[in-house]
């Protein structure tokens, strides 16, 4: 996700959302999948918000969440997004 959201993002992109929509657009699914993997452990291993900020910039992350919304809670709204983007679909379905 670190590709999506550099820090010249809002160069690209209008909004946050719209990052998101891109990121999912030109993710193939199994990469998807692996970010529903990836995002839970990321916030396991980061006990502080510190270490999670931290964490998330050593990954390219070079921007903040949305107003109002913690990069904990923000990564937690991706992750479901993800998901519904996906609806259940198995790995490698419509990466062919």
Not at 57 to 62: D, E, P, S, T, V
Not at 77 to 93: E, M, Q, S
């Amino acid at each position: 996700m670190g590709g999506y959201f550099h820090q010249d993002f809002s160069h690209e992109c209008s909004s946050h959302r719209e990052a998101i929509d891109d990121y999912l657009q030109g993710m193939p699914d199994e990469d998807l999948h692996r970010a529903l993997l990836e995002i839970p452990e990321l916030l396991a291993m980061a006990g502080s918000d510190k270490d999670l900020t931290r964490a998330v910039r050593a990954l390219g992350m070079g921007v903040r969440p949305p107003n109002g919304v913690s990069l904990r809670q923000w990564l937690l709204d991706v992750a479901h997004i993800i998901r519904r983007h996906l609806g259940g679909r198995p790995v490698g379905d419509g990466d062919r």
